[in-house]
């Protein structure tokens, strides 16, 4: 993987809003994932604008979920689909048939799993996605030690991923699931943003640059594929700047 190191977090959110540009001007019926949680926000921001300003026209991508808490769904404030919803979709007017989501209130689990896996297969794949990095590592919530080889599944999250559950809601939740595509499929998208920034991130960060690549910590099974790049600012990389 490439590694790309800058100053602020804003400088992070410019380049990652430049990559997901460039990659819906060269592919307009694009097929693009984006990560929920803090990191992106104000990547969608600049994203927002620039397409505004360029009045690029959206109607043909097609915006898929990475993954959600079992027990949630668009209504739930602080859910991935319910972040998605105010900070992308909402903003850019994107339509429901443009949105491939997991519904965290699904009866069934695995039909949910199913259903999304047979909707990016009938797609042909990701073209672009945009990840986050957990404290423990994780990808979407592929937390440390989750098979890799599954495409979309349930996976039960590990206490760190738990506890930062708090930052997202106003009242405690209780969660201790989340559906989510899985390494196989993340790992198989055409081009890879993964993007960190924040204090909290520098142990793990300095693992992902340093460490071996392990499925003990799934962000470091990127540095073995040349399409992925990874964007640091100064607080996250603060162990290697
Ligand atoms: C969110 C997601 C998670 C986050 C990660 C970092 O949809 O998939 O893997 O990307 O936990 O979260 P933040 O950005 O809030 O630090």
Redesign the pocket.
């Known amino acids: 993987a490439k590694t790309r190191f800058v100053e602020t977090h804003e400088e992070l959110s410019v380049l990652a809003a430049e990559k997901i540009f460039s990659c819906i001007q060269q592919k307009p019926d694009a097929v693009v994932c984006l ?6 926000l104000r990547t969608f921001d600049i994203f927002i604008e620039k397409t505004k300003h360029h009045s690029v026209d959206l109607s043909k991508i097609t915006f898929v ?3 959600e808490w079992i027990g949630l769904d668009g209504f739930d404030k602080g859910s ?1 689909r319910n ?1 998605l919803d105010e900070y992308l979709f909402s903003p850019l007017n994107v339509k429901e048939n443009q949105i491939i989501f997991f519904d965290g209130k699904a009866e069934s689990t695995e039909g949910e799993c199913n259903r999304i896996r047979n909707a990016i297969n009938r797609l042909g794949g990701l073209d672009f996605i945009l ?5 423990n590592g ?4 592929n937390e440390p030690d989750v098979p890799v080889d599954e495409l979309v599944h349930i996976v039960t999250l590990d206490n760190i ?1 738990r506890e ?1 559950a708090r ?2 809601f106003s009242s405690p939740v209780n969660v201790s699931k989340g559906i ?1 595509l899985g390494m196989k499929l993340i790992l198989s998208t055409k081009e890879i943003v993964t ?4 204090e ?2 520098a142990p793990i960060v300095d693992q992902i640059i340093n460490g071996p690549v392990t499925h003990k910590v799934p962000a470091s099974l990127l540095n073995n594929l040349e399409i992925a790049e990874f964007i640091f600012d100064k607080t996250a990389a603060s162990k290697n700047f």
């Open positions: 990560a929920g949680g803090d990191t992106p979920g990475l993954d991935c972040t990840l986050g990095i957990g404290e994780h990808l979407g919530f991923t930062s930052k997202y989510t993007i960190a920034s924040g909290s991130k």
